[in-house]
């Protein structure tokens, strides 16, 4: 996950999977960093606090600079 830009589209954070990982293990990822955090709060029931990548932004990092990678354990 890192940010760029696909063809015919804006730029904005870009993620890509390969080798034993399927576009559903991009979609978590997407999920939970992009996606709105359900919270509920006593007073006013369930609500929608930002995104972690809204946050980052909100707190002045430049979600350009943002790189993320992990991969699958090797078996033996």
Do not use: N
């Amino acid at each position: 996950m890192r940010w760029g830009k696909i063809p015919h589209d804006k730029p904005d954070m870009c993620l890509a999977w390969g080798d034993g990982c399927s576009k559903r293990d991009g979609a978590l990822l997407h999920w939970l960093l992009a996606s709105p955090r359900k919270d509920y709060q006593h007073d006013k029931g369930v609500v929608f606090e930002p995104s972690f990548l809204e946050e980052l932004e909100a707190r002045g990092y430049d979600l350009t600079t943002l790189r993320f990678s992990v991969r699958k354990k090797v078996r033996l």
